[in-house]
């Protein structure tokens, strides 16, 4: 029985294996490309443009260096990639994630191990960087549930947890064209590239 197809043609060209990714398959525009046309809620969103995936991971890296004044420019750029797999896979809410099964996880694992090496960063985070961008995850995740994704605030506490006071603080959901925000997302990510040295 012929094997189905386990890759995907990129935009740059580069043929993405899914089930052995490579770091020489991995580009930043294509994931700045895919993540600007992702949205987040599965595009429940208030507003007259969807909510990316690429502008909601600029918002967990900004989100996690105030939290983490003076972090290595480095783990503000594991920040930025948190969700970068999500370029070829899709972003699915976590009901979803739970009804699919490990199999999604696994394939997460390997992508990420993946653009992790690509960009000079450890396959797997250590657990403290880890725990902080996951805690920056979360303040993201309600902020945009109660800007625009008609959670109330009662709500957004009980499923992602109360912010501590100041960690939302002038902190605005924006709505923008996906070039605008791929663009952005490159524009970051060569930054923080070169500031790692």
Known sequence: MK???AWQRMLSGRRLDLLDPTPMDIEVEDIAHGLAFVARWNGQTRGDWPYSVAEHSLLVEEIFARANAGVPAKWRLAALLHDAPEYVIGDMISPVKAAVGPGYGALDERLTAAVHLRFGLPAVLPVPIKKQI???DKV?????????????????????GKPEAGTVRGLEIRLRPPAVVRAEYVQRHADLLAACG
């Open 134 to 136: 996951k805690a920056a």
């Open 140 to 160: 993201s995740a309600w902020l945009e549930a109660v800007q625009i994704a008609g959670f109330s605030i009662p709500e957004a506490d009980r499923f992602f």
């Open 3 to 5: 094997q189905p197809r």
